[in-house]
């Protein structure tokens, strides 16, 4: 039976190690500030700087929890690929066995008294004499770096008591399901502290105890590497598309890891027992521990190595959002670049996709309805990742060997996607300009409405599915609108002639006027593009009079 003082030691000694972990990485967080940013920015243009960025840092902050939270921020902000950031993981995991070394080289064997005391002391006078300056979080990342240690003391004294108490190395059973079921407490201790080092030093402490053996406290470290992926998996929560595939990629990692470690348990030990007397190290288990630790992390690197590739093109078919679902191209299939005519046909799919997409921000804009403008300065993005992918293929298009037919049709898309792209832009500034712009008189209103409702029905007929009327065509789209707009632009300045709108309000008008008419024409120029490009790709000839207005309007 565990007495009620050697129960509070474990409590109070897990409290203790955890406060240290938060003291110390906090400080080395803001003592590095831009440092951490720089070195992951900078050392990860390659697998393996990738892997020794995460390594280095998580050995300066004793925390992969830390690293990885802090390399799904990066990821989620734009700093970090996808594909550099899954070795900052790797590396990370590598890194925190740093900790185990630390507890069983000088946590379990040098008295606590002749540094951590004093470093505690020295380290809460400096953060109490700097605390508006990087000085009191480096006294901070020192007080932290002491309270470790005070922590480890603490847990080795309270399991030498329970030691004589209980017998947990009941728990565990020879086979598999002892391994197992030591797994799942050390996944527990780590899912409840939130820190596999706390668990490590757990295990480390029980191990030198004579608590448990080695075998199951080599367990309890696998439980505890695995549950280190409820923190990944806590920070990607809202996060973006790429930051959720970092965490899986954690996920995975460990995951894999820990199976691996599980099968072949009994050889890695071994394994552990041989490089121990290779290096001459101390026979003790809490080294042999710390030591399989380590094994254990780079044999999983070792394993992910050639399997990062696919684990990272499997990763970008997962967790797409709508946004990136609308980004990839539909039509742009490589093998009908051989085919100059499918090819053509299916850059101008493509692009009627791009049309619609582009316009559909302009229709949303004018709508009756207020216009989400989050969600169209997320189609915008759409727009330009789009048109760049339409034109890397027109590119690829055009270098094969072509008809002059459709060589000629090929100049044409370049300036469609600027179109395009233009009057995505627009549209994402349109809701802002017609919330500025003030209220007209009845008349002048009506005109103004007539005007808009004319636009975004010639914006509908060109993107909508139905056939167009047989009597629509650019130059009479074009015609429809600017009878609208004059009507409407002459009314308003003769009201700002006259001093019945003011300069600010006649300014916020002409404005809403510019930008719709802006748009209107790019939509009508493109569409006359999209028919040069359709007449190619379906072998006619383009009207001589239709092509000689391309850009005239």
């Known amino acids: 039976m565990i007495s009620f003082t050697s129960f509070g030691q474990l409590i109070g000694g897990v409290g203790l190690f955890l406060l240290g972990m938060m003291l110390m990485t906090d400080g080395l967080k803001i003592a590095a500030g831009r440092t951490l940013k720089t070195l992951l920015e900078r050392w990860t243009d390659s697998s393996v700087h990738g892997m020794l960025s995460g390594v280095l840092l998580t050995a300066l902050v004793q925390s992969s929890s830390a690293v990885t939270v802090a390399a799904i921020g990066f990821v989620n902000a734009g700093m970090l690929t996808l594909e550099r950031s899954v070795w900052v993981i790797f590396g990370s995991n590598i890194g925190t066995t740093m900790t185990g070394w630390l507890v069983a080289l000088v946590g379990l064997k040098v008295d606590v008294g002749l540094f951590a005391y004093p470093a505690i002391g020295v380290g809460m006078f400096v953060k109490l004499t700097g605390m508006e300056n990087k000085r009191g979080a480096i006294g901070q990342t020192l007080a932290g770096f002491g309270m470790i240690f005070v922590g480890i003391a603490v847990l080795k004294d309270a399991f030498e008591g329970v030691a004589q108490t209980i017998d947990l190395s009941g728990l565990y059973t020879d086979g598999l399901l002892g391994v197992v079921t030591f797994v799942g407490i050390g996944f527990l201790m780590t899912l409840l502290t939130q820190a596999s080092a706390a668990a490590i030093s757990i295990a480390l402490t029980a191990a030198a105890g004579n608590l448990i053996g080695l075998e199951p406290a080599a367990a309890l470290v696998i439980g505890a590497n695995i549950g280190t992926t409820s923190t990944a998996l806590l920070a990607s929560i809202g996060a973006t598309p790429n930051a959720k595939r970092v965490a899986a990629s954690h996920v995975v990692f460990n995951l894999l890891t820990g199976l691996v470690a599980v099968i072949i348990l009994p050889i890695m030990l071994r394994i552990v027992l041989i490089i121990e007397n290779l290096m001459e190290l ?58 100059p005519s499918l090819g053509l046909e299916s850059l101008m799919l493509e692009l009627s996709r791009l049309q619609g997409i582009a316009i559909g921000i302009v229709a949303a804009a004018l709508g009756p309805l207020p216009a989400d403008r989050q969600d169209l300065r997320q189609r915008l993005h759409v727009v330009e990742t789009l048109s760049l992918r339409i034109g890397e293929y027109a590119r690829k298009l055009y270098q094969v060997a072509l008809p002059p037919a459709v060589s000629d049709a090929l100049t044409h898309p370049y300036r469609a996607l600027q179109h395009f792209e233009e009057i995505a832009r627009i549209g ?101 593009r999209l028919r040069m490009i359709r007449a190619a790709a379906q072998g006619l000839d383009q009207p001589q009079s239709e092509t000689s207005q391309t850009d005239d309007a």
């Not at 992910?304 to 539909?330: A, C, M, N, Y």
């Not at 636009?455 to 609208?484: G, H, N, Y």
Request: charged fraction near 20%; proline fraction near 7%; include cysteine.
């Open 428 to 528: 994402v500034e349109l809701p802002q300009i017609r919330a500025d712009r003030p209220a007209l008189d009845p008349h002048t209103e009506h005109l103004m409405e007539t005007y808009l409702n004319t636009v975004v029905a010639e914006l509908k007929i060109m993107t909508s599915a139905d056939p167009m009327p047989a009597d629509w065509s650019p130059q009479s789209a074009l015609e429809r609108v600017r009878t609208a707009y004059n009507p409407i632009k002459a009314a308003l300045l003769t009201a700002g002639s006259r001093g019945e709108v003011t300069l600010p309000q006649l300014e916020n008008s002409i404005a809403l006027l510019e930008h719709v008419q802006a748009c209107a024409k790019r939509a009508i120029k493109a569409e006359r």
């Open 282 to 339: 101390s026979p003790d288990v809490a080294t042999s521990l710390a030591l399989f630790h380590t094994v254990f992390n780079v044999l999983g690197v070792m394993l992910i190595w050639p399997l990062t590739g696919r684990l990272v093109k499997w990763l970008q078919t997962h967790f797409v959002s709508l946004e990136e679902d609308l980004s990839r191209p539909r039509f742009l299939d490589k093998t009908a670049l051989v085919v």
